[in-house]
């Protein structure tokens, strides 16, 4: 059991080719994907694995960077294999992820996570 103060957002300990580094990823239960960096992180990656075509909210369309890796949320044993795509300017934890562990949302306080 992990527990993060930092609501809504939970560690995450995230590895692709060379790059290896933690995190703080934003929830987001209704994005159904694994896990998006920033833009900003595409120098740190290097060459993408392949692309891939998003929908966004407001109806368009967008290609973005994508990479094979794996993610854990830190301090928990599972380790899973993950699609990572660099898009946007935030951090988003999605429920390809999330969904394999029990996790609750304390009162807007703390986030809580069971494997």
């Given at each position: 059991m992990i527990e993060s103060r930092e609501y809504p957002f939970l560690?995450?300990?995230?590895e692709a080719h060379h790059f290896q580094q933690e995190v703080l990823a934003f929830v987001d239960t209704g994005f159904d994907?694994?896990?998006i960096l920033p833009e900003t992180y595409l120098p740190q990656l290097g060459a993408s694995d392949f692309v891939g075509r998003w929908s966004l909210a407001d109806g368009s369309v967008v290609e973005a960077a994508e990479f094979r890796g794996t993610l854990a949320i830190t301090g928990l044993q599972a380790v899973i294999q993950a699609r990572i795509t660099c898009l946007g300017t935030e951090?988003?934890?999605?429920?390809?992820v999330v969904d394999r562990f029990a996790i609750t949302f304390d009162h807007g306080r703390r986030i809580i996570a069971v494997e």
């Open positions: 560690p995450v300990t995230v994907g694994f896990l951090i988003i934890l999605g429920r390809a």
